[in-house]
């Protein structure tokens, strides 16, 4: 047992050098970890944008403009990818928060000419080994070279065209609605 | 009790998840795959071992009546050190982890520790402790999702080694129940003889 007696002063001296030495303690480690934890989520997000359009020499990063979904208060963030002046292909990095645990990120890379040409899930929270198959090429190739206008973008059980997941038909809902708004926004304001 | 008895109760006498069955929060709720399991296990084991220390240095220094809360604060710094690093040093792990990370806090395996052992043993002795529960929780976790792994995703550490879904049941929260039960039931049998 502790042998110091509990007198009110004690009491808040120790807790007040307890939090201080902690916090300070976490100020140091967190301006430790700043850097590389920011690193770490660029280095991310440009795997997913390398991953899903052509070939670029622009900063994608910084030509990142961001375009309102509908009428709602959200909006996309596109990333034009550009190889000299002309427009290669647009990455849109599209959400729904209808997954399985609720947000499920995409980087959605469409082309001129209106097609998908691939999509890199960037972020979820879905069940290990059932939703995570999203991310597999078996459930994501259904996507690539695709056509919007020729596909419906829903999953078979909703009559669309899209082959679910077995036993995770909501991920694989989830992922069309996150492609289908990326689409959707791209029609309306990615071509500028 | 020696060192090395001190060490090794935290495998198999006093196992936190066989036996104590304390933090079953992150036992049940990680352990989908064998990595997880072990990084899980990893993290909570530098949380026990920084604590179990700092309480065992500091504990003359507190008052009984707030030991609790100064405790909670010194696991609550130390899990917060091992978010941040997670976070920058391994992404992927981190965002397979990450709800959970925060959630060591509150781990009462921790706290245990602190409270039960590091504030009435000596240094040595807590350290000591710290490392051997760490191990055992660590070992536990990984035993636990490389059962679910094998048997829910036909894989092991990520390598599959059969084509196929697997059963299913055993990826899902009711799984975790499932393969702990048998777990513990297999530890009892082996503990006996």
């Given at each position: 047992?502790?042998?110091?007696?509990?007198?009110?002063?004690?009491?808040?001296?120790?807790?007040?050098?307890?939090?201080?030495?902690?916090?300070?303690?976490?100020?140091?480690?967190?301006?430790?970890?700043?850097?590389?934890?920011?690193?770490?989520?660029?280095?991310?997000?440009?795997?997913?944008?390398?991953?899903?359009?052509?070939?670029?020499?622009?900063?994608?990063?910084?030509?990142?403009f961001k375009v309102a979904v509908g009428d709602g208060v959200d909006s996309l963030e596109f990333y034009p990818a550009k190889k000299g002046d002309e427009l290669v292909g647009?990455?849109?990095?599209?959400?729904?928060?209808?997954?399985?645990?609720?947000?499920?990120?995409?980087?959605?890379?469409?082309?001129?000419?209106?097609?998908?040409?691939?999509?890199?899930?960037?972020?979820?929270?879905?069940?290990?080994?059932?939703?995570?198959?999203?991310?597999?090429?078996?459930?994501?190739?259904?996507?690539?070279?695709?056509?919007?206008?020729?596909?419906?973008?829903?999953?078979?059980?909703?009559?669309?065209?899209?082959?679910?997941?077995?036993?995770?038909?909501?991920?694989?809902?989830?992922?069309?609605?996150?492609?289908?708004?990326?689409?959707?926004?791209?029609?309306?304001?990615?071509?500028? | 009790?020696?060192?090395?008895?001190?060490?090794?109760?935290?495998?198999?006498?006093?196992?936190?998840?066989?036996?104590?069955?304390?933090?079953?929060?992150?036992?049940?709720?990680?352990?989908?795959?064998?990595?997880?399991?072990?990084?899980?296990?990893?993290?909570?084991?530098?949380?026990?071992?920084?604590?179990?220390?700092?309480?065992?240095?500091?504990?003359?220094?507190?008052?009984?009546?707030?030991?609790?809360?100064?405790?909670?604060?010194?696991?609550?710094?130390?899990?917060?050190?091992?978010?941040?690093?997670?976070?920058?040093?391994?992404?992927?792990?981190?965002?397979?982890?990450g709800l959970f990370i925060p959630l060591i806090v509150v781990n009462c395996i921790v706290l245990g520790r602190a409270e039960a052992f590091a504030s009435r043993k000596s240094f040595v002795s807590s350290m000591v402790?710290?490392?051997?529960?760490?191990?055992?929780?660590?070992?536990?976790?990984?035993?636990?999702?490389?059962?679910?792994?094998?048997?829910?995703?036909?894989?092991?550490?990520?390598?599959?080694?059969?084509?196929?879904?697997?059963?299913?049941?055993?990826?899902?929260?009711?799984?975790?129940?499932?393969?702990?039960?048998?777990?513990?039931?297999?530890?009892?049998?082996?503990?006996?003889?």
């Open positions: 047992m502790a042998k110091k007696e509990s007198t009110f002063i004690n009491m808040v001296v120790t807790l007040f050098v307890v939090t201080l030495v902690a916090s300070t303690a976490l100020a140091y480690v967190y301006e430790l970890t700043k850097e590389p934890i920011e690193a770490a989520k660029l280095a991310k997000k440009l795997l997913a944008i390398d991953a899903v359009v052509p070939e670029y020499d622009n900063q994608i990063i910084d030509d990142m647009t990455a849109v990095r599209s959400f729904t928060n209808t997954g399985y645990n609720g947000l499920v990120v995409l980087m959605v890379g469409i082309l001129p000419d209106g097609t998908i040409r691939d999509i890199q899930v960037v972020e979820h929270k879905e069940t290990p080994g059932l939703g995570t198959k999203m991310a597999d090429p078996k459930f994501k190739d259904q996507f690539k070279a695709m056509d919007p206008e020729q596909v419906d973008i829903r999953v078979v059980k909703d009559g669309g065209d899209i082959d679910a997941i077995t036993a995770a038909t909501i991920s694989s809902r989830a992922f069309s609605l996150a492609t289908q708004l990326a689409v959707d926004t791209y029609k309306k304001g990615g071509t500028q | 009790m020696s060192q090395w008895k001190n060490f090794t109760k935290g495998f198999v006498k006093e196992n936190p998840v066989f036996v104590l069955l304390l933090g079953l929060c992150p036992t049940l709720g990680v352990t989908s795959t064998a990595i997880n399991g072990m990084a899980m296990g990893l993290a909570t084991l530098f949380v026990l071992l920084m604590s179990n220390i700092v309480v065992s240095l500091v504990k003359n220094y507190i008052p009984e009546k707030v030991r609790i809360p100064s405790f909670i604060v010194v696991i609550a710094t130390f899990v917060t050190v091992v978010d941040l690093v997670m976070a920058g040093y391994a992404p992927a792990v981190h965002e397979e982890l402790d710290g490392l051997g529960m760490g191990l055992g929780f660590t070992f536990a976790l990984t035993l636990l999702g490389a059962v679910r792994e094998i048997l829910g995703s036909l894989s092991i550490f990520g390598f599959k080694f059969l084509e196929g879904d697997g059963i299913l049941v055993f990826i899902l929260p009711p799984g975790a129940f499932i393969a702990l039960g048998y777990l513990i039931a297999i530890m009892n049998k082996y503990k006996k003889a």
